[in-house]
DNA sequence: AAGAACCGCAACCGCTGGCTT
DNA sequence: CAAGCCAGCGGTTGCGGTTCT
């Protein structure tokens, strides 16, 4: 049964990595490539190293055009973009950014970009609140971004996969979906223009209708269930418009718990949600009067600096954008 | 000047889905 | 079909360098 165990942990090197060490993988995966077979190329290679090390080593450092040092402006968007849309799928994300790793790009956003973020988190009086009427349960909020038709917010290089869209309740429309990132024409800092009053980005208008919904049904991604991804982070692009849609519909009490709980284990209550609301019943809440960006800026910042999962993140940065 | 605290990054760990036997 | 391996991924840790007190 099974394959031969990978290698004798008993006798593989562990720490860090010697220039020998490097030249000797190097040259063989430039010689011979990595045959597919990672476990068995420490061996050929002449290293005493396990094979899982070998290709993360291969993979974060020695790999050729890959790029150190400093992010700049337009990989912050990009990666505060995506981290909004998808979460803390580094692979994903380092899709977008040649020359840049998943794993550079996690130390990137745990030790600098998060810090950056909390610290552009201040107060906007032109970040205009709608609270939805104490009467309805429920209140759909749709964020007219009128982003560039070029910009890559949001837009991974390269369809998905059924279940990563899934996983992540992302809906992109399967026609005239362009994934390739396009250059950023906006002249302005990452962070003055995530400031609203500031920022060339129009201001995001919340509007309290369905109007600018108008997903097509046929085109949707569908679960492995058949149902449609979660329309609680439901996005939409539009080509005739150049605008990115964004509906969201949840309740105070959802939100919260999806906030609060920072992993993927609030997945079962949102689609328990969901559920509830194709039965035409929207859930409960004891909490109607405040909106997803009602919060307030400490709890946010509460919750950003507790969760590493990004799963409450993105939530909460979508609203940002 | 020296120790403490902090920071950034490379590497490791553990989990998961898919594949092989 | 079950058992077990593998590649890939995200989270975490450890350590060297830097800054602070």
Redesign the pocket.
């Known amino acids: ?7 004798d942990k008993a006798i593989v ?5 010697s220039p020998e060490e490097d030249s000797k993988l190097k040259e063989y995966i430039e010689k011979y490539g ?1 045959g ?5 190329l420490p061996q050929k290679a002449g290293l005493k ?5 070998c ?3 291969w ?3 020695l790999r050729p055009n890959l790029k ?2 400093e992010f700049s402006d337009e990989e912050d968007r990009i990666i505060l973009a995506l981290f909004a849309s998808i ?8 899709a977008q950014l040649p020359g840049r790793t ?3 790009i ?3 956003w ?3 970009l998060k ?1 950056k973020l909390m610290g552009m988190m201040i107060p906007n009086p032109n970040h205009r609140i709608i609270k939805p009427s104490p009467s309805s349960q429920t209140f759909p909020v749709a964020v007219n971004l009128n982003y560039h038709q070029n910009s890559p917010l949001f837009f991974p290089s390269q369809p998905l996969s059924s ?1 990563l869209l899934y996983r992540d309740n992302i809906y992109y429309p399967s026609s005239n979906y362009t994934p390739n990132v396009a250059p950023i024409t906006t002249k302005s800092s990452l962070f003055t223009s995530l400031d609203f009053s500031s920022s060339p980005v129009p201001t995001p208008t919340l509007l309290t209708d369905n109007s600018s919904y108008r997903a097509d049904p046929s085109s949707m991604f569908q679960t492995h269930e058949g149902n449609v991804a979660n329309p609680l982070h439901m996005q939409q692009y539009d080509n005739d418009s150049s605008q990115m849609i964004i509906k969201k519909e949840r309740t105070d009490h959802q939100l919260q718990s999806f906030l609060s709980s920072g992993s993927e284990e609030s997945y079962p209550q949102i689609n328990q949600w969901e559920d509830k609301r194709n039965d035409g019943y929207y859930g409960e809440s004891n909490n109607v009067g405040s909106s997803a960006i009602d919060y307030d800026l400490e709890e946010v910042k509460r919750l950003i600096g507790s969760s ?3 799963c409450g993140n993105s939530n909460f940065l979508s609203s940002l954008f």
């Not at 090197?13 to 990595?17: D, F, N, R, T, V």
């Not at 597919?36 to 068995?40: C, L, R, S, Y």
């Not at 190293?49 to 090390?53: D, F, H, Q, V």
């Open positions: 049964m099974g394959r031969a165990p990978c290698c090197k562990k720490g860090p990595w990595t597919g077979n990672w476990i068995a190293r396990c094979g899982k090390s290709r993360l080593r993979l974060n450092y150190h040092g979460g803390s799928r580094w692979s994903i994300i380092a998943d794993n550079d996690k130390n990137y745990n030790t600098k810090k279940s590493n999962s990004g």
